[in-house]
């Protein structure tokens, strides 16, 4: 089955800096990396995502890059702000849904 | 409607109880989740509707049951149940099943197992 590994488990920054948060794979026929944020007591909601066939994906101030030869790919917050503090889990799965698995997530504390 | 909602908001029960999740969504979704989230874990996927029939079942135990009785409604019943099971359980739902369909997610129902 699928493992996904997730680092760092917690990551501080101040307002206006960047946040990267790396993500690595286990099985080679996933193709679609979703993000989700997670704050604390609600649902999580998904962010960014990213499909095998595409190496990079920019949403204003949030961009995913994926490697798929070495299995990994990354979260880039820009000029963070107080409201990106959240949990987030990056997760991978195939075409159809099988083995959906998250990584354990990253607690981001954005500090003014 | 843009919303997957889900009741009960809170559980307790005892292991020996029965009892039923719900999750509802009009959306004209037709995939249909759930997962289960430990505190500070993330979302471990338990089963897929596809359709209306069970796509996916991640080796879930069969005191946890699954029931689409139709294309809006997902319920999960809960039988002997242990305190290891207490924990948040989501509903998602999708346009459809697969990577081209993004999830969305219920507010999820806290239970708590006695």
């Known amino acids: 089955g699928e493992n996904v590994e997730q680092h760092p488990s917690t990551l501080s920054v101040q307002e206006g800096d960047s946040a990267v948060i790396k993500c690595t794979y286990s099985?080679?026929?996933?193709?679609?990396f979703p993000w989700y944020k997670q704050e604390l007591g609600k649902r999580p909601q998904l962010i960014i995502d990213?499909?095998?066939?595409?190496g990079e994906k920019k949403d204003q101030r949030i961009a995913v890059t994926l490697n798929k030869t070495a299995k990994h790919f990354s979260l880039h917050i820009t000029e963070t702000q107080p409201e990106d503090s959240a949990v987030y889990f990056c997760?991978?799965?195939?075409?159809?849904?099988?083995?959906?698995?998250f990584g354990p997530g990253t607690r981001l504390s954005v500090l003014p | 409607d843009t919303e997957v909602t889900q009741t009960p908001k809170h559980l307790v029960m005892g292991m020996t109880n029965k009892k039923s999740l719900k999750c509802e969504q009009h959306?004209?979704?037709?995939?249909m989740y759930w997962y289960k989230q430990k505190a500070k874990k993330p979302p471990e996927l338990m089963f897929v509707y596809s359709y209306e029939k069970l796509s996916i079942n991640e080796s879930v135990p069969s005191r946890f049951s699954p029931e689409c009785p139709n294309s809006s409604l997902l319920n999960l019943h809960l039988h002997a149940l242990q305190p290891e099971d207490s924990a948040l359980y989501l509903c998602?739902?999708?346009?459809?099943?697969?990577?081209?369909?993004?999830?969305?997610f219920g507010p999820g129902t806290r239970l708590t197992v006695t």
């Open positions: 099985d080679s026929a996933s193709n679609y």
């Open positions: 997760a991978a799965t195939r075409n159809y849904g099988q083995n959906f698995v």
């Open positions: 998602a739902s999708s346009q459809g099943q697969g990577a081209d369909y993004e999830q969305y």
């Open positions: 959306m004209g979704h037709r995939a």
């Open positions: 990213i499909r095998s066939n595409v």
